[in-house]
């Protein structure tokens, strides 16, 4: 890490612990800026950090630019949902790259699929089951291919036996799945402020992960 990166990794702390009063407190107007910065000085760290692999930082930056995508789209009116989803499976498709030209560890690969099954066999099926049963019966394909996705991310991050990036793949995991639930199961008073913390803690590790 460099000087220049620790500073913007305090102003993305600044910005993220902003962005988790502002969802508890439901001022979509603070979230506005919180929301997109956050994001914004993390992908500042991740450029002026120095990293193991130039290579693996620069498809981990795409997918944090994606991620950024995303985080503005779930921002805009609900006809935008879809494209938000788009690009946060553009962003972990970015993401499984530069994971996997990493080292790989086939036996943290073997956990990390052990890991996605019982999610998916517990968590993942719930969710479809939901979006099926629900008035957005028409988002049952992207959902299960964002499943797929996002799964094969984390079983990518597993695979590099590095700690850093099993917790960040894993939280955005846990983010997503705490999202779906809140969206097409249960909506909790809790929900989106887990969500968020979940979602930029994991982001935040697979950044470190790079160093």
Known sequence: MTSTSWVLLAVTLAFALSDWWATWADRAD????????????????????????PTIRTWMVIGLVLSLAG??????PEKWFVAGLGSFLLGHIAYI???????????????????????????????????????????VVPVIAYLVVISAMVVSAFGTAAPWAIVGASLFYASDATLAWNRFLEQRRFGPLAVMITYHLGQIGLVAWLV
Do not use: C, E, N, Y
């Open 30 to 53: 603070i979230r506005r800026l919180t929301k997109p910065a956050t994001l914004a000085f993390l992908i500042g760290v991740a450029v002026t950090l120095t990293p193991v692999d």
């Open 97 to 139: 790259d530069g994971l996997q030209l990493a080292p790989r560890s086939w036996g943290w690969t073997a956990v990390g699929l052990a890991a996605v099954v019982v999610a998916i066999a517990t968590v993942g099926r719930r969710v479809v089951q939901g979006v099926a049963a629900g008035d957005q019966s028409d988002m």
């Open 71 to 76: 985080d503005v789209f779930l921002m805009l």
